[in-house]
């Protein structure tokens, strides 16, 4: 049974402020509608998972033609391009 003409009781939430039950239930709705979204999300992300577990790891293209240049003798390292990789890979560990 509803009493009325009662003040509605106020609420405490974690942050210790104070709000009525109508501002707690609108609180839920809106945290149920991120949830869907964050499900949503989830489920596109998943997805996209399945779809890059469906794709080779070896990309055997590449592979052969890496493979190609080196019997040939074409293969070649740029050595500038490598030392800057090896340097930005090592402070990008050093950062972590």
Same mark, same amino acid.
Request: charged residues 35%; proline residues 3%.
């Given at each position: ?8 009781? +106020?609420? %405490? ?11 707690? #239930? !609108?609180?839920?709705?809106? $945290? &149920? =509608? ?13 997805? +996209?998972? %399945? ?11 590449? #592979? !052969?033609?890496?493979?190609? $240049? &080196? =019997? ?25």
């Amino acid at each position: 049974m509803k009493v009325t003409n009662q003040p509605q009781p +106020l609420l %405490q939430d974690a942050r210790g402020g104070l709000r009525t039950e109508g501002q707690e #239930v !609108a609180r839920r709705d809106q $945290q &149920l =509608r991120k949830d869907n979204f964050v499900t949503t999300s989830s489920f596109t992300i998943d997805k +996209l998972k %399945q779809r890059i577990a469906a794709e080779p790891e070896i990309r055997m293209d590449k #592979v !052969a033609s890496l493979r190609d $240049q &080196l =019997r040939n003798g074409e293969y070649k390292v740029d050595a500038a391009r490598l030392a800057d990789k090896m340097l930005t890979e090592a402070l990008n560990e050093e950062l972590s």
